[in-house]
C-alpha cells in the first residue's frame, strides 16, 4: 500500500513537471512561502520533502521525469526493485524481532 502511494505520488508529480509554467498548482508546488510561524516540535513533512524522498527510495531523478509524460518501462524496473528491496528489508526486520523474542524468552 505504502508503495502504491508513494508511486502515485511521484506520477503527479510528473505531471506538474510537465505543465506549463502559468499554471497555478505548478507555481505553488515551486514556490516558496516566507511568512508565518509554526507550531513548537517537529514540523509536518510537506508534500515536496515526501516527494523527495519518494524520488530517493525508488532512485529516480527529476530529469529522468522530465524525460517523458510516458509511464516508461525503465521507471517502472526501478519501482520493481525498490519493491523488492523494501519487501526484503521488512522482511529481514520480522525475522530479526522474531529471534530476539525466542532469545529473550
Same mark, same amino acid.
Given at each position: 500500500?505504502?508503495?502504491?502511494?508513494?508511486?502515485?505520488?511521484?506520477?503527479?508529480?510528473?505531471?506538474?513537471?510537465?505543465?506549463?509554467?502559468?499554471?497555478?498548482?505548478? $507555481? *505553488? %508546488?515551486?514556490? /516558496?512561502?516566507?511568512?508565518?510561524?509554526?507550531? =513548537?516540535?517537529?514540523?509536518? @513533512?510537506?508534500?515536496? &520533502? #515526501?516527494?523527495?524522498?519518494?524520488?530517493?527510495?525508488? $532512485? *529516480? %531523478?527529476?530529469? /529522468?521525469?522530465?524525460?517523458?509524460?510516458?509511464? =516508461?518501462?525503465?521507471?517502472? @524496473?526501478?519501482?520493481? &526493485? #525498490?519493491?523488492?528491496?523494501?519487501?526484503?528489508?521488512?522482511?529481514?526486520?520480522?525475522?530479526?524481532?522474531?529471534?530476539?523474542?525466542?532469545?529473550?524468552?
Amino acid at each position: 500500500v505504502e508503495s502504491q502511494i508513494r508511486k502515485s505520488r511521484i506520477r503527479k508529480f510528473q505531471n506538474i513537471l510537465h505543465m506549463k509554467d502559468e499554471r497555478i498548482l505548478k $507555481k *505553488v %508546488t515551486f514556490g /516558496e512561502c516566507c511568512s508565518g510561524s509554526r507550531k =513548537t516540535g517537529r514540523p509536518k @513533512k510537506s508534500w515536496r &520533502e #515526501a516527494v523527495k524522498e519518494d524520488l530517493k527510495i525508488f $532512485k *529516480v %531523478t527529476t530529469e /529522468e521525469l522530465k524525460k517523458s509524460p510516458d509511464w =516508461t518501462e525503465e521507471l517502472e @524496473k526501478k519501482f520493481q &526493485e #525498490a519493491d523488492m528491496t523494501i519487501k526484503t528489508h521488512i522482511t529481514e526486520m520480522r525475522r530479526k524481532k522474531h529471534q530476539n523474542q525466542t532469545t529473550s524468552s
